[in-house]
């Protein structure tokens, strides 16, 4: 598509929307963007305005106008009344992933999606790929760096053959057209996300838009242990080759044998190699060697690279040692399925800080797995509800972070761990699970 002249709405600005407006003012497109925010509070506004972007409001009027394409934020619901006006009159709308792929040579794209350890998995796949091809390599998406950026800042319009390694959301799934990966997977799957998508059958929906255009060569890595994504690639089938793996079995492409990691028959690494904890871990580890063996990685620089990461910041992340007291930050836990991961790293002693902003989550699962737990505290706006339906009267419920980390403190004894997992969204009073995170941490510092 030839941007040139052509009218674009951007709906919703952020991070992802800021870069798909200064990539559409490279092609010199005429820019609109619809934000719920007014002009003056918008930190960009006075680039916005010197650049041609004009700044309207989140009105039905804005979306009945006529434009030739709309790229939508991925914090903008894909159902809503706005979405809906746009489709009536026949305007495309994109993500801003779509944006940058269509208007990019060809690159080599390697996909991360799943409800948990997308971020671990992406960044170790960045890791891998970075040490066999240096240069050119690049790691964005979800984790916090808009592909439009990378596409502007590496030339990508005009130079091909650079390896990204992408973490998608089934927010930036959803509304994709012509993306493709050439080695993507779908992790695991679980509840989340029922506030957004409208229901579970439309979140699993979303995530197997990750395989819809892979065909021929391209090479999806299947999770064989995983019931859930069985049975959504047996309704949208995978057109592509596929690489089964598995944790339990040992009939998959990649397994674990006698403290080892097999793919395709080669042993990859030995598992004392790993440094990081936990089952969901070692799942993490055989998705991003899976992933690189497909590319054609050599095993010595998947063992080398993966002996030495240590993690992603956010995920279990060891904060500090207060009188005999660990605390761990897990804001990244924004689902009960992430919760029950990180319950399970530790035996027992867990005083489990959790809430935020209601999504509506089932706590049933989370209730059965609370073995290593002797308390919970409720924070935000579903911290109640949470403890109501987890412990009931058992629990604390206090206001905000600094209040639970607080209370925490007042009931952990020497060998005890406070555990940060919120199961849930940081919207409530943070702008994003990092935030929280970055002020969980400050709190615990400063004890």
Do not use: W
Not at 199 to 206: H, I, M, R
Not at 347 to 361: A, H, S, T
Not at 400 to 416: I, T
């Amino acid at each position: 598509m030839d941007f040139k002249g052509k009218s674009v709405l951007v709906i919703g600005l952020a991070r992802s929307g800021l870069a798909a407006i200064k990539l559409l003012h490279q092609l010199g497109a005429d820019i609109t963007l619809t934000e719920s925010k007014k002009a003056e509070e918008l930190e960009n506004a006075d680039y916005l305005k010197k650049i041609g972007v004009r700044i309207r409001e989140q009105e039905i009027s804005v979306f009945s106008e006529k434009y030739d394409l709309a790229v939508k934020n991925p914090g903008v619901p894909y159902r809503s009344p706005f979405i809906d006006e746009l489709e009536k009159n026949g305007v495309p709308v994109i993500t801003e992933i779509e944006l940058a792929f269509i208007v990019s040579k060809p690159q080599h794209y390697i996909a991360v999606t799943g409800t948990n350890g997308k971020t671990t998995t992406t960044t170790l796949c960045y890791e891998i790929y970075n040490k066999a091809f240096p240069g050119k390599t690049h790691l964005c998406g979800n984790i916090g760096i808009p592909l439009c950026e990378i596409v502007l800042e590496n030339n990508l319009m005009n130079e091909e053959g650079h390896y990204i390694a992408l973490e998608v959301s089934n927010f930036q799934l959803v509304n994709i057209d012509k993306f493709r990966a050439e080695a993507a997977t779908i992790i695991n799957l679980s509840p989340d996300h029922i506030d957004f998508m409208g229901g579970l059958e439309n979140y699993y929906k979303s995530k197997t838009e990750i395989y819809r255009n892979m065909t021929g060569d391209d090479v999806f890595i299947l999770n064989a242990d995983d019931p859930i994504i069985g049975e959504y690639t047996d309704k949208y089938p995978v057109r592509c080759k596929t690489l089964t793996f598995s944790l339990d079995r040992q009939d998959t492409d990649a397994f674990v044998k006698n403290g080892s990691l097999f793919i395709c028959g080669e042993k990859i690494l030995d598992l004392n190699d790993i440094k990081l904890v936990g089952r969901h871990n070692l799942q993490n580890v055989i998705v991003a060697s899976a992933l690189s063996k497909v590319s054609g990685i050599g095993s010595e620089i998947i063992r080398e690279v993966t002996a030495a990461f240590k993690g992603v910041e956010h995920r279990i992340e060891f904060v500090r040692e207060i009188d005999g007291v660990k605390y761990y930050n897990d804001s990244k836990g924004t689902n009960t399925d992430a919760t029950i991961t990180a319950i399970r790293a530790f035996d027992k002693g867990v005083i489990l800080l959790v809430g935020g902003f209601e999504k509506g989550l089932a706590m049933d699962e989370l209730r059965n797995n609370l073995g290593s737990v002797k308390k919970v505290i409720g924070f935000g706006a579903c911290g109640p509800r949470l403890v109501k339906d987890l412990v009931g009267d058992d629990g604390i419920v206090v206001n905000d972070l600094v209040q639970a980390v607080a209370a925490a403190k007042e009931s952990a004894v020497s060998g005890d761990i406070v555990l940060l997992s919120p199961t849930t969204s940081s919207f409530d009073q943070y702008s994003c699970f990092e935030q929280r995170g970055e002020h969980f941490k400050s709190i615990v510092n400063s004890l």
